[in-house]
């Protein structure tokens, strides 16, 4: 976008508010700057923390909004993915602003904050329930408040409006295969178990309190009460939908989540003595990134040991090869048909690739569902048995996956 291609993206499987928040940090760097994309995030999480804060405070008091941002600040998996170029996090911050506004009556501003985070990840769209609840005795002001989300939506994910056709096909394919569940689900509990579960490795015991909250909102019904329940519920309603149950697709909970524990004033205390156990974990977790990076070690052998500009496949989860011509291999999907043909030692051969470079970020989540991936599986098990490994390094004193390089 930066470089002379224009704003138009031509994909939309995500619509288009956080490269545009991206964009303008990658102007003065040659190549993709994920150190810049990864920065711009974390202070989008900073703002989650705000947002959670000043829900809780309209919702329920200073108590609340205390809750609600300490909540945000050390649960594991909003921490984790603070340091990551996704989407989910500026999600969960354009929920707890939307929320925020709707719960103090602010209802055009509620709408606005939802057309941006529908601009953010189409999910979004779901704040607009809690939007007909706040505004369910006012019609008129209902229908400024979408037509505000919508106008939000359109200014700032124009080309979806442009391609409308390819856009909606293109969305209605990426929502399919989260519902469909693929690399890894396929043993998973059901939807609603696996999110649960999720939620508990992200905020521990803490999570009883906020359900507790969410009960006691639903025996209590007042306005602020019915606002965050009816997001929470439909939010969570549609994550059962899912058969991709990655931990992020639950943060937009967490504003929420964070100020209906807060409603419970007697146990605030409590929950923030209880919220100790995430902030370990999140730090635990963040000790790993102190070690080296298998996937950087792999890096350096290959740019010392192969000849420059020979072709090499790449798994994905890998960094980029510079100097290399590179075919790189989509992530394999559950049906048969649409199975990348790449993924074939022959196949590879035939077209002159020289070395394969693999990951076990992918390859154990293929091998773990072979009955559902058996031309992946085969792939992996030919590069094993009819090539020569040149290279292998596993997690042991690093971090991330193992990778090997076979040579064909």
Not at 247 to 264: E, K, S
Request: hydrophobic residues 50%; charged residues 15%; aromatic residues 10%.
């Amino acid at each position: 976008m930066v470089h002379g291609g224009g704003l138009d993206p031509h994909w939309f499987d995500y619509p288009t508010l956080v490269m545009y928040l991206l964009a303008p940090f990658q102007a003065w760097e040659a190549v993709p700057s994920y150190l810049a994309a990864r920065v711009v995030v974390l202070v989008l999480s900073l703002g989650a923390i705000a947002a959670a804060w000043w829900l809780g405070s309209r919702a329920y008091g200073q108590t609340a909004g205390a809750v609600a941002a300490a909540v945000l600040a050390v649960e594991t998996t909003e921490v984790a993915y603070s340091r990551m170029a996704v989407t989910d996090v500026p999600l969960t911050l354009l929920v707890g602003v939307s929320l925020a506004f709707l719960v103090g009556g602010r209802i055009e501003l509620g709408g606005l904050a939802a057309g941006l985070a529908m601009s953010i990840k189409y999910p979004g769209a779901l704040l607009l329930v809690p939007l007909a609840v706040a505004a369910y005795r006012q019609p008129r002001r209902l229908a400024v408040g979408a037509a505000v989300a919508a106008v939000a939506f359109c200014a700032t994910s124009p080309f979806f409006v442009v391609h409308f056709g390819s856009a909606v096909s293109d969305a209605y394919h990426v929502q399919s295969l989260a519902r469909q569940g693929w690399l890894g689900f396929e043993h998973d509990h059901v939807a609603p178990i696996a999110f649960i579960v999720r939620l508990w490795h992200g905020l521990g015991p803490a999570l009883l309190v906020c359900g507790l909250g969410v009960v006691v909102a639903l025996t209590r019904r007042g306005r602020t009460d019915l606002i965050l329940a009816s997001f929470t519920i439909v939010y969570f309603v549609d994550l059962c939908t899912l058969g991709e149950h990655f931990d992020r697709y639950a943060l937009p909970l967490l504003p929420a989540l964070g100020a209906l524990a807060g409603r419970l004033r007697a146990l605030a205390p409590v929950t923030l003595l209880l919220l100790v156990v995430p902030l370990t974990w999140s730090i635990r977790d963040a000790r790993r990134l102190t070690k080296t990076d298998t996937r950087v070690v792999a890096h350096r052998w290959i740019e010392s040991h192969l000849p420059h500009g020979a072709r090499l496949a790449v798994d994905s989860s890998l960094p980029p090869f510079a100097g290399f011509r590179l075919l790189n291999l989509r992530l394999p999907l559950p049906q048969e048909d649409r199975a990348d043909p790449n993924r074939n030692v022959r196949r590879l051969r035939a077209e002159g690739i020289r070395y394969v470079v693999v990951t076990g970020a992918i390859a154990d989540r293929v091998i773990a569902a072979r009955e559902h991936y058996p031309r992946e599986t085969a792939f992996y098990e030919d590069l094993r048995t009819r090539t020569k490994r040149l290279f292998y390094v596993v997690p042991d004193g690093l971090n991330g996956p193992w990778v090997a390089v076979y040579r064909l």
